[in-house]
């Protein structure tokens, strides 16, 4: 796409961003002009910009808490018409996110891909002219979104959009969401669209891994380096060179394991059992837990500082009795795939079926689903499957079951009503506070009787 034909306005009270911009798009396009005060916005419209390069967060005298928003209103009304894209740090995906909803063409994150922002800049004017946008089609191809990670739900959609932003980058990954719900097929879809996507993809489950097998596995051994190390051996890190490593169950790892993976990350480099010559590695890292994010960040579990080194942006997939009409869609692909798999005809849900997938709780989320729908086509006779032909899971029933009388006890009530709204203000004790109708010092006093 010719670009010389545009002009573009970009605003940001970074300094160092507006240069950047101006002289990635001074050769590009036919103006470009930037702007560090957000209050010039209204005299600037008037101008004939066909895009604006808008950031999310200004030192203002609004003080909204998303002052890109609002700015991005106040554009769309003085000119409906201009393409507007956000620029965001990686903490403010999910409020990017809501731009979308507000008018804005697409985002990007800082620091950005020169690259990218180009092909994001030619994707928004083209929309602005009435044509397809690459954008529509990035999860084509080899992605497993669309394969095995489906949805339609709009919580899933805000995870495809969101992962689809941030795969370009090399930002750390921390990808939070209970157990079934699918986080390895998250962390396997960044890596298929990001700039590694034709370098390895290794995954580990450290959360597996003895205090002896840690170090060995991750980080390989010279021969000779103890007992049953018969020969030298590659660790994850350095398989993952070049490429994506995937850490699952990070939550479940030890202290004394956390602060070795600590120090490889920050030193970017790996030195084998038995060796004393550092290598330098060059990966990214997505890591995964079932743990919830205050849980996560309780110190006498987890460092801080190794979770601000692996938590860059933060991904929280949602448990399937929240996807609402996912549960049929999810229930039907299944079906197709083990009717081909046994050699059965085509199969159908009746109308009891498919109220008791949408009835049902699903502890064990989309893996649960997964193994009811495989049972059902296993022992079915026809090509209709009906209610009396959904077993859930015994397993995940008592479990439930155990987790009900356990909710019963009010301190129980009390300690997961505390950690639901930290988690919801993400750590912030004040906010938390507030809601609960506590002080800080009240908190602070539950937080350590529950040893939160």
Known sequence: MNLKKYSILAIDDDIDVLTAVRLLLKTEVKEIVTEKNPDNIPSLMPRNFDLVLLDMNFKSSINTGNEGIYWLKRIKELKPDVAVIMITAYGDIDLAVRSLKEGASDFVVKPWHNEKLIITIEDALRKKAGGKGK??????????????????????????????????????????????????????????????????????????????????????????????????????????????????????????????????????????????????????????????????????????????????????????????????????????????????PAMRFDENAQEKLMQYHFPGNVRELQYTIERAIIMSEGDMLLGRDLIFSPIESAQANVAEDDDMKLSTIEKNTILHVIEKYNGNITKAAKELGLTRTALYRRLSKYEI
């Open 135 to 344: 954008a529509e089609d990035s999860f084509a191809g080899d992605s497993v979104i669309g394969k095995e990670l489906l949805g339609e739900s709009d919580v899933m959609h805000d995870i495809f959009y969101k992962t689809q932003k941030i795969a370009p980058t090399d930002a750390n990954i921390l990808i939070l969401g209970e157990n079934g719900t699918g986080k390895d097929l998250i962390a396997k879809a960044i890596h298929q669209k990001s700039l590694r996507a034709n370098k390895p993809f290794v995954k580990v489950d450290v959360g597996a891994l003895t205090e002896t097998l840690f170090e060995s596995e991750l980080f390989g051994h010279k021969k000779g380096a103890f007992t049953d190390a018969k020969d030298d051996r590659v660790g994850r890190f350095e398989s993952a060179n070049e490429g994506t490593l995937f850490l699952d169950e990070i939550g479940n790892i030890s202290l004394t394991q956390q602060a070795k993976l600590l120090t490889v990350l920050q030193n970017r480099q790996v030195t084998r059992l038995g060796s004393n010559t550092p290598m330098p590695i060059n990966i990214r890292l997505i890591c995964a837990t079932n743990l919830p994010l205050a849980e996560l960040a309780n110190e006498n579990r987890f460092r801080k500082d190794l979770i601000y080194r692996i938590n860059t942006v933060e991904i929280t997939v949602p448990p399937l009795r929240r996807r609402g009409s996912d549960i049929i869609l999810l229930a039907k692909h299944f079906a197709k795939v083990y009717a081909d798999k046994y050699l059965k």
